[in-house]
């Protein structure tokens, strides 16, 4: 373990020095990489400085152990050495963790689109359900949501809804929502009162910024026109909305949130880099993909993920077969139990990788 940490900081002492170089400092891809180097190993360095406390403090009890007469210091630096010997154990545990290659993307925002899936109105409406309980959690997490574009259902909630959630880690942790989500009620428009099955597919994206995709202004195509929806006179009245057109893949992006135009032409480019991008990173999910038993973090939105089910307010997540009854909570955006439990299932996954 220690072999292993002081290589780490050899790396570490590299990329500070480098981060202080003159011509590095203005290669601006090049430093923003070398800054998040630097964040993910600072916790590693960190438990570092610890271990090597840890491992000095042993010997010295055990100098003093073996060394001293005194029956009474004796007895303490016995209760010491065992004391350390369980800290050093518990930390050697974490450091294992924190030695896991992280997803490159984890620490990146997330672009989430929601679509109404099966089941007509009722699943325009459970996609509405859907994107509420998203905001709810992002405000328990002091992320901020950013509308791209919504299509609105004829009974309410979404068709579809893309939002950009901005926030330290974002994508990190909503990566684990994406797939198939379906849930068991008794619609809004069901008369007769039985329960029907419907579902929503929800995509989760790390979104890429300028340094991770070039996009010739050559390659794509730029239409304005007036925007629909609520919003007032201004919105439908200008040409602020925006549809951007990547002629050699055939990507469109539409965003008309904002009354700006150069704020929707500024969202649609985000997307459209991030959609681009994807193109690339679902080369390294279907890799993972054949690594790992379970489907955790794959990126299959194909995939059947979670049940809503309302008579017997339960909420089951079929990656984990873990099952919550409390329908309600969850829906007010208590996700957070679920995405740690997902989360030490992939973990475990890593951790089998990393040792076989």
Same mark, same amino acid.
């Given at each position: 373990m220690l072999d292993k940490l002081e290589a780490i900081k050899l790396k570490f002492d590299d990329i500070q020095k480098e981060m202080s170089d003159p011509a590095v400092i203005n290669d601006m891809k090049r430093f923003i990489k070398l800054n998040k180097d630097f964040k993910e190993l600072t916790p590693i360095m960190e438990a570092y400085e610890r271990y090597k406390n840890i491992l000095a403090n042993f010997d010295n009890a055990k100098e003093i152990l073996y060394n001293e007469k005194d029956e009474e210091f004796r007895a303490m630096a016995k209760e010491e050495m065992e004391s350390l010997n369980n800290e050093k154990e518990k930390l050697e545990e974490d450091v294992r963790m924190m %030695? =896991?290659? &992280?997803?490159?993307?984890?620490?990146?925002? &997330?672009?989430? #689109? $929601?679509? &109404?899936?099966?089941?007509?109105?009722?699943? *325009? $409406?459970? &996609?509405?359900? %859907?994107?509420?309980?998203?905001?709810?959690?992002?405000?328990?997490?002091?992320?901020? =949501?950013? %509308? =791209?574009?919504? *299509? #609105?259902?004829t009974m309410g909630g979404f068709k579809e809804i893309i939002f950009n959630v901005v926030g330290d880690g974002a994508y990190g942790q909503m990566k684990y929502e994406s797939g198939v989500h379906r849930v068991q009620r008794v619609p809004q428009t069901e008369t007769q009162g039985r329960v029907h099955t419907s579902a929503a597919t929800v995509a989760v994206l790390p979104e890429a910024d300028e340094f991770d995709v070039e996009v010739k202004p050559s390659d794509v195509r730029k239409d304005t026109y007036c925007a629909s929806g609520p919003g007032g006179q201004s919105v439908n009245t200008t040409y602020s909305a925006i549809r951007l057109t990547h002629v050699p893949s055939g990507i469109v992006v539409i965003c008309q949130d904002e009354k700006s135009q150069m704020k929707n032409f500024e969202k649609a480019m985000k997307v459209l880099r991030t959609r681009l991008y994807e193109m690339e990173h679902q080369k390294y999910l279907d890799e993972i993909s054949k690594k790992r038993k379970t489907m955790v973090s794959t990126g299959d939105r194909s995939a059947k993920i979670r049940t809503y089910n309302y008579a017997q307010s339960r909420v089951t997540d079929h990656r984990i077969n873990m099952t919550i009854y409390n329908l309600p909570v969850v829906l007010d955006g208590a996700v957070q139990p679920l995405i740690d439990a997902l989360q030490l299932a992939e973990n475990a996954e890593r951790l089998k990788e990393a040792v076989s």
């Open positions: %030695l =896991i290659p &992280a997803d490159p993307e984890d620490g990146k925002n &997330a672009v989430v #689109e $929601i679509r &109404a899936g099966t089941g007509g109105d009722e699943a *325009s $409406i459970f &996609a509405g359900d %859907l994107y509420r309980m998203y905001t709810k959690y992002c405000e328990t997490k002091r992320w901020k =949501i950013d %509308l =791209i574009d919504f *299509s #609105e259902g």
